[in-house]
């Protein structure tokens, strides 16, 4: 693994670490300033820091409770995407629903920043999405 891919990887998971304890100043500076993020339950792309933490603030309010971990973070060989496999663990504000579920992001990288981020709901898509189909 290059030092590139080592710090690409680590990136990912401080971005993670810092959702997970709401600090978004440290979770955007592991982004590429001109982010692009595209969630699964939408037809839309959220571009810049501004509309991605609208969508985060929206996305949040529908929790009481909200942790994200990687399980599994792979960079292409040609460092240009990376995948992401989280696990989260929410609960329903108000219903107090626990819900226990697999994300996935396929990433275009730039400068080892992730730039383009598409959410999956199965793991195989965001593989093929990243060219890592296995």
Not at 94 to 119: C, N, P, T, Y
Not at 124 to 130: D, G, I, M, T, W
Request: glycine share 6%; with cysteine.
């Amino acid at each position: 693994m290059s030092q590139e891919n080592v710090e690409i990887t680590e990136r990912v998971r401080k971005l993670l670490e810092a959702f997970n304890q709401r600090d978004f100043d440290v979770f955007f500076a592991q982004l590429d300033p001109e982010v692009e993020y595209t969630p699964v339950e939408e037809n839309v792309v959220y571009r810049g820091r501004e509309a991605f933490t609208e969508y985060i603030a929206r996305w949040l309010e529908a929790w009481d409770k909200c942790v994200v971990q990687p399980e599994e973070i792979e960079i292409s060989p040609a460092e240009d995407w990376g995948f992401v496999a989280m696990r989260f663990s929410v609960r329903g504000k108000g219903s107090e629903v626990e819900v226990d579920d697999q994300g996935f992001w396929a990433a275009e990288l730039r400068d080892g920043r992730m730039h383009r981020i598409k959410e999956y709901t199965r793991r195989e898509e965001a593989l093929k999405a990243v060219g890592l189909e296995g």
